[in-house]
Every structure is written in structure tokens, then in C-alpha cells.
């Protein structure tokens, strides 16, 4: 399937989704879009960047592109861009890096992003539009919610679960059976031991409230 990669900066998530487009081999992106004017017109990454979501679809049927893949980082961004897509008809696969493990007992949504080195145990699932970063873990049974980041090295043990559009830093771990809220932030590092409200933001070991103070 020939996509359109929705995302092009070139030192950020894109260049992780193009290497694990390339490395599969099942889909070709043959263009970029995004929202930054000074990109459009330009090659980022060996590929023309054909304007915003917007202009990019004047060239769909010319170059045969049937799919989309979003490649930003912001969870917001990434469902509004998500949906703008979807408008104009274009399917969204999952991307999964060849060299990450995905159980056949796993499910994996529309627009979800498996990076190298990841595993998705047996009975887990990755809501659509979610990304499972560089060698993180998705144990059995644990659940991520549509949107929702699960950073690298990063481990949800068994029958956890995360809420929409939640960011779980690199290295965190989530104990077994507790629960994540939505737009819920774990910071790096940190061991989750007890439900974390939608909303909030935890670090350290075990995981606290941030105490914000300006």
C-alpha cells in the first residue's frame, strides 16, 4: 500500500516510523504532509513534503496513495491529524517494526506504532492510533488506551492498563493490574504501584504526585 507519512521532521518520530516502514517492506511512503509551512515543497527524508493534511490530498490519486501513517509525537495531534485522514478516505495500518515480537493473541488498532525491539505478550492490546516505543513491553493481558505512549524500555506488567492519550516515560514500570488514567504522565523511570487518576502527573520510585511549584 503506497501512504502518505503525516509528520516530517526529520529528527523526530518520522524517521523511527520510516525505518520500520522500510525495514517491513509491506507499505511505501511516497510523500509527507505537515503543518509547518517552511517544510512544504521541500525533501525531508528522501520524500517530498506535499503541503498540509489539506493540500497533501490534491496529490493522492496521482501518486497512488491509499493509506496513512501519523508520525507526531503529540497524542492530541495525533488523533485530530488521525481523523483529517480518515475524511479524505485513507485507511490507517498499524505499523509494527520487524524486529519487535507481537503475539498472534495480541491486538494491535488502526494507525498504532510497535517499534523495534517491542513486545506485545498474548491477550494484550494496543489501541488504535497508541505507540509502543523501542523495547517496550505490553505484558499479557495489559491493555493501552487509544492514543497512549508507552515510551522506550518502558513495561506495563500483566493485566495493567493505560488510559487514552497517557505517556508512560522511558524505562517506567507499570505493576501488574493497576491502572493508568487518561492523559496521565509517568515520568522516566518511575514504578507505578497504585492507580494513577486521569490527568495526573507521577515520577520516582515508588511513583508520587508532582508537587508543582512555581
Known amino acids: 500500500m503506497k501512504l502518505l507519512m503525516v509528520g516530517a521532521r526529520a529528527d523526530g518520530h518520522a524517521h523511527v516510523v520510516l525505518d520500520a516502514i522500510v525495514e517491513d517492506g509491506t507499505h511505501e511512503i511516497v510523500g509527507l504532509a505537515d503543518d509547518n509551512p517552511a517544510l512544504w515543497g521541500q525533501g525531508v527524508l528522501g520524500l517530498p513534503v506535499l503541503g498540509d493534511v489539506a493540500a497533501a490530498a490534491q496529490s493522492l490519486e496521482r501518486l497512488g496513495i491509499t493509506g496513512a501513517v501519523i508520525a507526531v509525537g503529540d497524542a492530541a495531534a495525533r488523533c485530530r491529524l488521525a481523523a483529517a485522514c480518515r475524511d479524505l478516505g485513507l485507511v490507517l495500518p498499524p505499523v509494527i517494526h520487524p524486529a519487535a515480537y507481537v503475539s498472534r493473541y495480541a491486538q494491535v488498532g488502526e494507525g498504532a506504532f510497535i517499534g523495534a525491539g517491542a513486545q506485545v505478550l498474548p491477550g494484550a492490546v494496543v489501541g488504535e492510533l497508541a505507540r509502543v516505543m523501542a523495547a517496550g513491553v505490553v505484558s499479557h493481558h495489559a491493555s493501552v488506551g487509544r492514543g497512549a505512549t508507552i515510551g522506550p524500555n518502558a513495561t506495563l506488567c500483566g493485566r495493567s492498563r493505560v488510559g487514552e492519550r497517557a505517556f508512560i516515560g522511558a ?4 505493576l501488574p493490574e493497576i491502572c493508568v488514567g487518561n492523559e496521565a504522565v509517568v515520568g522516566a523511570g518511575a514504578v507505578v504501584t497504585k492507580e494513577v487518576p ?17
Open 198 to 214: 486521569s490527568g495526573l502527573t507521577v515520577v520516582g520510585v515508588p511513583a508520587r504526585a508532582v508537587d508543582w511549584k512555581p
Open 171 to 174: 524505562g517506567a514500570v507499570v
